[in-house]
């Protein structure tokens, strides 16, 4: 344990890989603390995308209150810091209405930002970023990342060329802000202060189980209508150019749409990513400060029973 922790009672975060079932039991821990939710996803801010993003349902939202999901349109893309910044507002307010704040989600990045900070000129340039992207499908992935080796070889080895997100972003911040990105990392610290002290618990499940749970809940996004939904988010214009829709599927179906992917195909290779995004949010958050993990196979009924006992040690 963590000797360090300032006095004040901390605020719980429940995090964990996409499709472990979050969602439940965040609103089964806030029902029994008089909770309020807030939503921890980079993806689910956003109007629009609840069936690709898979947002709490209609139902899920009236069990308790949620903030952060399906509020901001797909065009108007945040930062981390903003991002913390919203959050840090919403535990204020519902602490000072006497109420629990959760924080549930799977966003490593955005964790990261509200747990310890993230450097001040983290701010996204979308002119920059528009020319990056254009370069990106110009000069393909080797280029860029031929560039940031020259830039910043320490970070350089961190990034695959297939990750198109990363790579640009890299660019991005040497760009808007003339130092490399390993020095704006290495130096984090000292750029951001520690915005809440939480106390976290992460969900885990044996991988081939959870593989299953991703198989099976985008076999459901996809007949409950997810194609539909992205056909009315393109409305005319290039889909890929917004951030929301470089998500996991949005991709994928657009390709589908464009008639260069199969519906078999599609299936799979939305199946195959996800479970790979799965495993790189447990490596992020393993290597977070946990306190408490919880395989959810094990007595599944008390989970919820589990977190508020182990929180309310704390």
């Given amino acids: 344990m963590d000797s360090n922790r300032p006095n004040p009672?901390?605020?719980?975060?429940?995090?964990?890989?996409?499709?472990?079932?979050?969602?439940?039991?965040?609103?089964?821990?806030?029902?029994?603390?008089?909770?309020?939710?807030?939503?921890?996803?980079?993806?689910?801010?956003?109007?629009?995308?609840?069936?690709?993003t898979a947002q709490p349902t209609i139902e899920e939202l009236a069990a308790v209150p949620h903030h952060l999901i399906g509020v901001k349109d797909p065009d108007s893309p945040i930062s981390a810091g903003k991002y913390a910044k919203l959050v840090?507002?919403?535990?204020?307010?519902?602490?000072?209405?006497?109420?629990?704040?959760?924080?549930?989600?799977?966003?490593?990045?955005?964790?990261?930002?509200?747990?310890?900070?993230?450097?001040s000129e983290s701010e996204t340039d979308l002119d920059v970023r528009e020319k990056l992207i254009q370069e990106y499908e110009e000069i393909g992935p080797e280029g860029l990342l031929n560039r940031l080796q020259e830039l910043d070889p320490e970070y350089a080895v961190?990034?695959?060329?297939?990750?198109?997100?990363?790579?640009?972003?890299?660019?991005?911040i040497y760009t808007v802000t003339g130092k490399p990105p390993s020095e704006h990392f290495n130096r984090q610290e000292k750029f951001g202060t520690p915005t809440l002290s939480l106390f976290t618990?992460?969900?885990?499940?044996?991988?081939?189980?959870?593989?299953?749970?991703?198989?099976?809940?985008?076999?459901?996004?996809?007949?409950?209508g997810w194609v539909e939904e992205i056909k009315s988010l393109r409305k005319g214009n290039d889909p890929i150019a917004t951030h929301?829709?470089?998500?996991?599927?949005?991709?994928?179906?657009?390709?589908f749409l464009?008639?260069?992917?199969?519906?078999?195909?599609?299936?799979?290779?939305?199946?195959?990513?996800?479970?790979?995004?799965?495993?790189?949010?447990?490596?992020?958050?393993?290597?977070?400060?946990?306190?408490?993990?919880i395989d959810i196979e094990i007595e599944p009924d008390k989970?919820?029973?589990?977190?508020?006992?182990?929180?309310n040690k704390h």
């Fill in 9 to 52: 009672k901390p605020i719980l975060a429940i995090v964990g890989p996409t499709a472990i079932g979050k969602t439940t039991v965040a609103i089964d821990v806030a029902k029994r603390v008089n909770g309020e939710i807030i939503g921890l996803d980079s993806r689910q801010i956003y109007r629009g995308m609840a069936i690709g």
């Fill in 88 to 119: 840090l507002n919403l535990v204020k307010d519902i602490s000072e209405r006497g109420k629990e704040p959760i924080i549930c989600g799977g966003a490593g990045l955005y964790y990261r930002a509200i747990s310890k900070g993230i450097f």
């Fill in 158 to 172: 961190k990034v695959h060329p297939n990750n198109r997100k990363r790579l640009i972003r890299a660019l991005e």
């Fill in 201 to 224: 618990v992460l969900l885990t499940i044996d991988r081939k189980e959870l593989d299953k749970r991703i198989a099976k809940r985008t076999a459901k996004m996809l007949d409950n």
């Fill in 244 to 255: 929301p829709m470089e998500s996991i599927g949005y991709r994928e179906i657009a390709a």
């Fill in 258 to 293: 464009d008639g260069r992917l199969n519906k078999v195909d599609l299936e799979a290779e939305i199946i195959l990513r996800t479970c790979q995004y799965a495993r790189r949010q447990l490596q992020w958050f393993r290597q977070e400060y946990i306190d408490l993990t």
């Fill in 303 to 311: 989970v919820a029973d589990h977190i508020v006992t182990g929180f």
